[in-house]
């Protein structure tokens, strides 16, 4: 009952925003470094030897720490025989600090960091088109799951051409023309920019990692063994650079388990975990966690999978988002709680509850025993647990 006039997008003022939160958050560690004796120094680093490492300030300052941990993260990977201009031919980095709205856009990958910005560009105002070389979005993830989102997306405008191999890309017109090819047809559109969404690489490049007796696996990735430590005795490796999946939260649990070890601390309360949750910031969201009924099988174990859609429940509706799925896959026998994928308002949050019960081998009727307020998007959960249980009470016991 509220009439909107349409918006208008001020895309400087747009980014001058996201900038200024980058801003404060930087400046947040740097207040936390202050306060908790951490000497921070600005330059490029390079490991000369286990136990050494070099800085260019851009004055030469040398280093002397019993301990060197390499954190450098990752950077976007580039599509074979196209190099990135940074005009044109854009990455995750230079879309985020665009100054002005392209008309048309091409993301070459479907993965998480494709479909993000495809989102954000969109909504926009900008033609999309996203190009895969799969037969699905988001490959890796639950197909039912990836359907459903891409067609909310499709909804939304964003054009998908799928099993799009041998992409290429041609300067012409100020822009750039992207051909590809679907079952040996040759397939040409013209963008105002291409973004490469292909996936990322470490960096580990330039510093003298490998001269300090640091081993890499083929493309790149910092091999580590117990403890994030490298055939270099006192050189570690977290986040990103030692490969596994890319992300911050990842990475961040990886340092607090590497503070602690280096630390050597008693009655350590850091353990290593195998439910790391993948959030894909679509709009509904994507998030999973934990293993697909495919993945149960091949280790041998008898599953059961229930499905909730998401106006089944409440919260949905007051919304006024109903589209969306809960997809739970349980042990037949016990009932604990494999993997949870979830497409829908809030996924990104309600996947720390389905992490939980994971990590913790939690079943069914654990979950199912827990009160979940109402009305809130966490009741998919709960009702996804009672349908395992065979006692769902909005939708029917199937």
Not at 369 to 398: K, Q
Request: aromatic share 6%.
């Amino acid at each position: 009952g509220i009439g909107f006039n349409p918006p208008t997008i001020d895309f400087v003022s747009l980014g001058s925003w996201k900038g200024r939160i980058v801003e404060r958050l930087g400046r947040g560690i740097e207040f936390l470094f202050k306060n908790n004796g951490v000497e921070l120094i600005r330059g490029r680093a390079k490991v000369l030897s286990p136990g050494k490492v070099l800085v260019m300030t851009p004055e030469e300052v040398e280093i002397q720490a019993k301990n060197i941990i390499v954190a450098t993260g990752s950077e976007p990977l580039p599509l074979p025989g196209y190099e990135f201009d940074h005009q044109r031919i854009i990455d995750s980095s230079d879309a985020l600090n665009l100054v002005e709205l392209p008309k048309s856009i091409v993301i070459v990958g479907a993965g998480a960091v494709g479909l993000e910005f495809a989102t954000i560009f969109q909504r926009l105002g900008v033609k999309v088109t996203v190009l895969e070389v799969c037969d699905q979005i988001l490959p890796g993830i639950d197909r039912e799951i990836a359907v459903l989102l891409q067609r909310e997306l499709e909804r939304e405008g964003v054009e998908f051409r799928l099993n799009a191999k041998g992409v290429r890309c041609q300067k012409e017109n100020g822009g750039v023309d992207v051909l590809w090819d679907v079952n040996e047809e040759e397939n040409k559109q013209h963008a105002d920019k291409v973004l490469i969404a292909v996936g990322r690489k470490p960096r580990s490049t330039g510093l003298g990692l490998e001269e300090a007796g640091v081993k890499m696996d083929e493309r790149g990735f910092i091999i580590t063994h117990d403890n994030f430590e490298t055939d270099a005795e006192g050189v570690f490796a977290i986040g990103d650079v030692r490969g596994g999946p890319l992300l911050a939260h990842k990475a961040m649990y990886e340092g607090l388990l590497l503070a602690e070890f280096i630390g050597n601390e008693q009655g350590r309360r850091w353990q290593r975990v195998t439910a790391i949750p993948f959030v894909v910031y679509t709009d509904p969201e994507v998030a999973s966690v934990g293993i697909g009924a495919e993945e149960a099988e091949k280790q041998g174990l008898k599953v059961k999978v229930v499905k909730v859609p998401a106006n089944a429940i409440g919260r949905s509706l007051t919304l006024g988002r109903a589209e969306g799925m809960c997809k739970v896959v349980a042990e037949q026998r016990t009932g604990r709680i494999l993997g949870v994928t979830l497409v829908a308002p809030e996924a990104d949050v309600l996947i720390a509850e389905a992490a939980l019960a994971v990590e913790l081998g939690l079943t069914a009727e654990d979950l199912g025993r827990v009160v979940h307020p109402h009305p809130t998007m966490s009741e998919l959960l709960f009702e996804a647990a009672h349908l395992l249980l065979g006692s769902a009470i909005h939708i029917l016991n199937r």
